[in-house]
Structures are given as structure tokens and as C-alpha cells.
């Protein structure tokens, strides 16, 4: 087992030099990628968590999470984005039979959001195709048990890491029927599409849902890499967008690529999607974060610090090129790591500091999340509570810190004001703006700030 790991260590690292190489040679876009903007018109800057993995497994799909929890998230972090777990097989239980009650819980959940001003991202969460991949159901989440066959292959149940239970005959055969790679189920692509109409019918008039986060880490079965991608993925892709837009026309759509490899930094060859909707298209990119040698059980430290910060850049440019293909906005969709390693702080500052919108993985109790299991905050709390613009009344050139002080560089475009979360333990009195007029909400430490309508604005916000 050292052995092989080892082994694919180097193999990857390999992959990823090469990656780099390539991305170093070509220019890294830096910017002209649109940002997903509120009912104003405003650049929505995203911080949020998943909520949650525990959604995998309930017999009803819903997280284990309350009201009173989403009260001291705010409360903490002043967050105000959730990527919201869904599950297929909660949808559509029985074939062609969509849930009411399961979509009537997701959308009291939604309200508890938008209450808030939260901003919601709905995501049709799987891992390893569903449940039903073994005997006692523990491994697999997402699809309904109608949806697997498996053909009596196997599927080992004891596996040295969870990622590795996708590489069983079973499972590849499971992903092989949906992707229609053996003709035998032309009909599950469309269901899974159905199941999209029907969660958009549902939440197409709720302002707090933003939109629609396709399908959780995509894996081929057994077709892989941009064959993968701009085959079956992009069919899929295109079935849910009709389905959707069918429906909704306003809400984006997001699109993962291929997890493996691109949750690496790897590039990703997912194409360009139209967008049947009148005016500009509204469709985005949610990759996933995962540097390889925290994956490989290394601490963000010391040799493995130099290789992640790489890997992190390669990330980034990879990313940035498959945005600009789809002519979208990019989500962070999915980071996290256990926050008791050492250099764990330093990680997600510098991943906050790519500016993106982000959600962290999880909001699940325990090492990697903001409480543990005894509800006690872990150290992503203080990294995570940090000052941003949740809001920018323009189009969003430069976000950076000096100290306490948090500067934003727009191109105004008449849409209202700008809008700072700013946490107690750095503003504790507020904040003062370098230009414009500006009004606190102490409760929920919310500074708004008006400036000029048209042309550059750098706004820098002090503690008062
Ligand atoms: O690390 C992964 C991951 C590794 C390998 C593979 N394949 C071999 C297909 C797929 C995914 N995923 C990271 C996180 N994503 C889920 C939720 O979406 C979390 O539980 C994982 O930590």
C-alpha cells in the first residue's frame, strides 16, 4: 500500500509537472470573466460552506442542520452563501414520481437562507453513483436505487480510501448504464434530467436560490479524460440545461468538470455550452479544490507547502482558461482540509486570497469544519471571519488587504451601493470608507456604502 501510493504520487506529480509546463507557456487569462449578480444588477462576492455532507446519508436526504446553526454561521463568519446538497434519489424516489414533500423541506430550508440574505447554489450531490453500489448502503450517495445496476459485478466493500470504491467493476458499471455507454439505459440521462426540471419548477420564483450546481464531481465510469468531458458530460450537461430553461429562465446553471484531475489543478476539456435563455447566458464554473499532496495525508508545510502553492497556481490558471471557454463566472464549489493539521490556516487565507467565491468543504461537525463534534468552534473560524465585499456596485477589478484594511477597486455601473461584512474582532466600532457615504448595521455588521455611479472607484475601509 506505501508502495503503490508512492507510486501514484510520483505518477501525478509527474501529470501536474507537465500540467504546469504547459500552463506556464501559455498566457493565464486575468480577467473579463463575467460575476453572478444580485436582483440589483450588483457583483456577488460568495463566502459560504456546503451544507451538508450528513445530507448523503439521512433517509430523507435532508443535512442535519438547524435554523439556530445557520444563526451562529452568521454570527461567527458573516457568511452569505450555502452550496446546498440535494439528492436525486430523494427527488425522484420512484421513477418519474418527484418528492413534493422532499422539495417543500428543501425550500423551508431555502427560506431560513433567504431570510438571512443568503444566496443559495443548489447541488445534486453523488459520490461513487448512490447508495445502492453496496449491501449496506454506506458507501455510495446520490442515486436512487431504480437508477443502479450494477449487472452483479462487484464492488468490494472494505477499500483503503473511500475514492477507490470507484474503480469496482460495479461501480464503473453503474456510471457506465447513466452515461449510456453500453446502450442498455438510454432512459436514465433523461430521468436525472427530469429530476432538474422538476427542482427548478420548484424554486425558479425564489430569489435566494441563485441556481444550479449539475452534478457533484462528475466520474466517467469507463471513459475518461476529454473524450469523458465533451462526450456523455456535455450531453448530460445540455439535456439539464434544456430541461431547466425549459422552466427557469433566469437562474445559472453551473457545471463541474471531471473531478479527477481537475480537483488537482489539472485542466479540464469541458466545452462551451449555449445558453437557450433571451439575453446574456448564465452559465457558470464550480471546480473543486483538493491540492494533491494534502489528498496524499501531507501538513501545508515545509516541502509539501512549496508543491500545494504550486499546484494551487496551476489550479487557478486551469481554471481561469476553462471559464473563459464557457464564458462564465467561476464558484469555488468545493475546498476543505482538517483544520487541527499544521499550516491548515495558512491554506485557506491563501485560497481566500485567490478572491473567488467560495464553499468551504464542510459545514459537517468535526476536524474539517468550523465546530467539532462537541460544537466547539475549530480554527477555520477566526481564518474564515474575515472582512469582504459581499456586494460591489460595479464590476470588480482588485480586492486586497493591507492589516485590518480591506480595499476594493471597481468599474461603477449604476447599480447601487457597495456592501462590506466586517467582523467584530477587526472592525470592532464599524468601518470608515475612503470615499462615499455610508450607513452600519451594527447587528448585522453590514457597512453600506454609496459612491459615484460611473468610472473607477477604489474604496478602502478602515476600522472606525
Ligand atoms: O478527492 C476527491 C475525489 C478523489 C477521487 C475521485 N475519483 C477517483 C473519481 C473523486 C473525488 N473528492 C474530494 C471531496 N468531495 C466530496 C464531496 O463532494 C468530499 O467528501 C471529498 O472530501
Redesign the pocket.
Known sequence: MKLARFIAAVLVLAFLTVAGIVAWTRSAPEDGLPYVSDDQGRALILRGF?TA?SAKGTPDGLPEFTEADLDREYRDMGTNFVRFLLQWRAVEASPGTYDTKYLDKVAERVRWYAKRGYHVMLDM?Q?LWGSGITPEGGAGNGAPGWATHLDGLPVATKQPT???F??EPGVIRAFDHFWNTTGDHPELMDHYAGAWKAVAARFKDEPAVLGYDLM??P?GGSVQGATFETGPLAELYRRCIAQIRSVDTDSWVFLEPQ??GA?WGLPSALPHFDDPRSGPSRIGFVP?L?PLPL?LGDDYTAGSRQWTDRTIGWWRDNTLRTAKRIGGPVILG?F?LDMTRPGSADLVGRVQELGLSMSY??RDPGVWGPYDDKGKPTPLVDVYNRAYPRAVGGIPQKISYAGKALTVVFDANETGPTEFYLPARDFPKGGTPSVGTATWDPARRILTVTTKTSGIVTLTITPT
Open positions: 456546503n455532507g450531490h459520490d473511500w475514492e477507490m470507484y474503480l457533484n464531481e466520474w473531478a479527477v480537483n473543486h483538493y489528498d468545493e476543505g468543504w464542510s
